[in-house]
C-alpha cells in the first residue's frame, strides 16, 4: 500500500499569511495527488485534483505543485474561511490512501 | 446540480448488520465510478470500497469480506452492505463520486453530507 505522510500535522497562523502543507509519498507516484479542504462537521471538498489542477469554484489563493513523492498545498493569503483541515489523497492506486491530515488554526 | 445525499446509519450491536445507501441526483451512477470513504471520531479520512462503471469493485483490508458495494441503476442509488459489524467499524459514511479528471479516475469531487454508524453494544 502506498503511505502518505503529511506535515505538519497542525499548523498556527494569521489572516493574511502564506502557508505551504507538504505531502510526501511511500513511492513513486507521478501527479495522481488530490488535495481536500475539511471543515469541523462537514464533509471534505475537493480543492486541487493532479497535483496542480484547480477544481473549478475554488479560490485562486490555492495552488499545488509536486510530482513523483513529494507534493505541496499553499495558500497564498490566509483567509478566515480557510481555517480547516487538509488532506492529501493518492489516486495512483487501490487501496485509495490519504494523509493524516494538517489542520490549520488560527494564531 | 450535482448531488449525493447518504442514508441508513445508526445503532448497531456488535456483529449485525446495517445497509447505507446514496442517492445521486443530475448524473448516473452507472456510467460513474463511485465510492465510500468513512472517518472515525476525531480520526482522519479512510477509504473504504469503490465501484467502477463496469461493476468492478475494490476495498480496503480492513472490511474484506465484510461489506459489499452496490448499486441499483433504475433508482440512481449506490449501497453499501455492511456485515459482521465491529466497534471499530464506528465512523461517519460518506459517499462520493469518483471522477476522471486529468490522468485518474480516482478523483473524489463530490461528496454527500455523511451517514453516522455507531458499533456498541
Known sequence: DIQMTQSPS???????DRVTITCRASQSISSYLNWFQQEPGKAPRLLIYAASSLKSGVPSRFSG??????????????????????YCQQSYSTPITFGQGTRLEIK | EVQVVESGGGLVQPGGSLRLSCAASQFPV?????????QAPGKGLEW????YSGGTTYYADSVKGRFTISRDNSKNTLYLQMNSLRAEDTAVYYC??????GNSCYVFDYWGQGTLVTVSS
Not at chain 1, 497542525?10 to 493574511?16: E, I, N, P, R
Not at chain 2, 473504504?48 to 465501484?51: K, N
Open chain 2, 48 to 51: 473504504v470500497s469503490l465501484i
Open chain 1, 10 to 16: 497542525s499548523l498556527s497562523a494569521s489572516v493574511g
Open chain 2, 30 to 38: 452507472s456510467n460513474n465510478y463511485m465510492t465510500w470513504v468513512r
Open chain 1, 65 to 86: 505543485s509536486g510530482n513523483g513523492t513529494d507534493f505541496t498545498l499553499t495558500i497564498s493569503s490566509l483567509q478566515p474561511e480557510d481555517f480547516a483541515t487538509y
Open chain 2, 96 to 101: 462520493a463520486r469518483s471522477d476522471c479528471r
